[in-house]
């Protein structure tokens, strides 16, 4: 990335512009859930994944809890990183699909990796998925010095 994005606290002006990106920027992910975990289980899990998604990021936005900061490149929104200075949580992260592999979520995390040192935190989490659609999700978080830590969930219908 040639010139590093804007980060700054997000406004309720972004939220539809964070909303809309976080899906694009989500699509390849859910794709990925559902060739990972057949179409049954991946219709069970997430029979309505856009609408759920964009209520979740809504309400990241909107609640108290969580601190979030957009990237802006030029007078956009391009990315955004939602933490939980409590929890020492980096709890949601996404990049516009057009700005992905440019380094605005390398920069995000930084920028919410200090946040939360500055907060005293002393331990930061981040959690994501151990599928093909989170491998660039993955590498962000292992340059930014997470330590993995393998979990595996397992999901079985019962109404087949």
Not at 74 to 96: C, K, N, T
Not at 128 to 142: F, K, L, M, N, V
Request: aromatic fraction near 10%; glycine fraction near 8%.
């Amino acid at each position: 990335m040639s010139t590093p994005p804007l980060i700054r606290p997000l406004t309720a002006d972004d939220v539809p512009v964070v909303v809309e990106f976080s899906l694009r920027a989500w699509a390849p992910v859910f794709a990925s859930f559902r060739a990972v975990l057949g179409a049954p289980v991946y219709e069970a899990l997430f029979p309505e994944w856009r609408t759920a998604q964009a209520k979740a990021v809504e309400d990241v936005c909107r609640e108290e809890r969580t601190a979030v900061w957009v990237a802006d490149v030029g007078d956009r929104a391009v990315g955004f990183v939602g933490v939980r200075v409590a929890d020492g949580e980096i709890h949601m992260l996404a990049v516009d699909p057009e700005h992905q592999r440019r380094g605005i979520g390398t920069a995000l995390t930084g920028y919410a990796v200090e946040r939360l040192r500055a907060a005293g935190v002393v331990l930061a989490v981040v959690g994501t998925g151990g599928d093909p659609g989170h491998a660039a999700a993955r590498a962000t978080y292992e340059k930014a010095g997470f330590t993995p830590f393998p979990q595996v969930q397992y999901y079985k219908r019962l109404d087949r």
